[in-house]
Structures are given as structure tokens and as C-alpha cells.
């Protein structure tokens, strides 16, 4: 059954392809993110922003290597977005 936001038959939206892990008052998360927001800007992708702050398990996994990126899931790369590879990446 739909959820209240759903209008029924509408397809549900994929899940972003990008994710950037992050933490509040990190200067390269910044320059990330706008990277990001570049790259998406000529490919139409979606993409999410996850905060490692009070998750111990992305901390430990992510915390000395941020900012993160994740392409479907997987990691892409970390301090800096190689924002031509991603584009191309992305297309592939």
C-alpha cells in the first residue's frame, strides 16, 4: 500500500546513486559538497548527505578519511571529489 506521500501507481523515486560522507565543521566536506553539486548538475543525479556524528559504525569505517564519497554503495573516493572521473564513472 502507498505511503501517505505516495500517489498510487506513481513509481517510487530510485535511490540516489551519490552518497557524501561528512561531519559538521569539516573544511574539505565543504569543497566536497560543492563538487558534488557541480558534477550533478550536468548528470541529473541525485544525492544524499550523511552526517558520521553519533554513528559509530560509519565513524569507525569513514571518520579518518573524510569526506567520503559512495557510488551506489560503494566507496569512490575520500578528502577530495576527482570531479572528471566521477562524471565519467557516473555515465558508465
Known amino acids: 500500500m502507498p505511503s501517505a506521500t505516495e500517489e498510487p501507481g506513481a513509481a517510487a523515486a530510485p535511490p540516489p546513486r551519490l552518497t557524501l560522507i561528512t561531519r559538521p565543521g ?19 543525479d541525485r544525492w544524499v548527505e550523511v552526517d558520521v556524528t553519533g554513528d559509530l559504525e560509519l565513524e569507525r569505517d569513514y571518520g ?9 554503495g560503494r566507496e569512490h573516493g575520500y578528502w577530495r571529489v576527482e570531479e572528471d572521473r566521477l562524471l565519467r564513472d557516473l555515465a558508465a
Do not use: K, Y
Open 64 to 72: 579518518d578519511r573524510l569526506p567520503v564519497v559512495l557510488l551506489d
Open 26 to 44: 569539516c573544511h574539505l566536506c565543504e569543497v566536497a559538497r560543492e563538487a558534488i553539486g557541480r558534477v550533478v548538475a550536468v548528470t541529473g
